[in-house]
């Protein structure tokens, strides 16, 4: 069983939606990491949590820790938001070693 | 804006070469990482490194993968012996604190062919 959870696996929506990627875990955790990786494979770090929710311009992080479950939204999307986004999770017995979903592709048409 | 480096960006061997990847993590980051991620697959966790040593290597992270810091700006991953199953994008990442604190940096990677 895959301990990180995500879906949808594929998400194509017209500019201007409001996205919503989900991400459950099966394991305890001490912190979770939302990362986008663009189609040449770099991968840039959006959010850490451990709790609550943060907010980064048009994107939003979620937390649940009682239901094992994080979202990330992105508001008013646009193009250049088309990339693969990846929750990942900090198990609370490593201090180090992420356990990383699958990642869901985005594609925002125009 | 500061950012970590890797070279080479593709690098071609024949199975039973060692090859070492190189990467320069940012410079006031203390934490250091490898990770891989076999085409379409997931992104895998192989080591961390903290004050020149391991601090945690997944089950991946065998007798032929070794990390090294030779000096005080680049980390390297040495594989002694390529499989064909290495073949990989092989991403560097470094952070100033350890995860459960602070969000990782990464490298643009460096794509493994064994042939």
């Known amino acids: 069983k895959n301990e990180v959870e995500q879906s949808p696996q594929n998400l194509t929506a017209q500019e201007g939606e409001f996205i919503t990627i989900n991400c459950s875990y099966s394991?305890?955790?001490?912190?979770l990491h939302w990362l986008q990786q663009h189609p040449g494979g770099g991968i840039v770090s959006l959010f850490m949590l451990s709790s609550g929710k943060k907010k980064h311009g048009r994107l939003i992080a979620t937390i649940n820790i009682q239901e094992k479950h994080s979202s990330l939204h992105i508001t008013a999307s646009h193009p250049r938001d088309s990339a693969v986004y990846i929750c990942?999770?900090?198990?609370?017995?490593?201090?180090?070693?992420?356990?990383w979903g699958a990642g869901t592709k985005l594609i925002i048409k125009p | 804006e500061p950012e970590v480096t890797q070279t080479p960006s593709h690098q071609v061997t024949q199975m039973g070469q060692e090859v070492i990847l190189r990467c320069v993590p940012i410079s006031n980051h203390l934490y250091f990482y490898w990770y891989r991620q076999i085409l379409g697959q997931k992104v895998e966790f192989l080591v961390s490194f903290y004050n020149n040593e391991i601090s945690e290597k997944s089950e991946i992270f065998d007798d032929q993968f070794s990390v090294e810091r030779p000096d005080g700006s680049n980390f390297t991953l040495k594989i002694r012996s390529t499989k064909l199953e290495d073949s990989a994008m092989y991403f560097c990442a470094s952070s100033e604190l350890a995860v459960a604190y602070n969000e990782q940096f990464f490298g643009p990677g460096t794509r493994l062919t064994v042939l």
């Open positions: 990942a999770v900090l198990h609370m017995d490593s201090n180090y070693q992420l356990i």
């Open positions: 394991v305890g955790i001490s912190a």
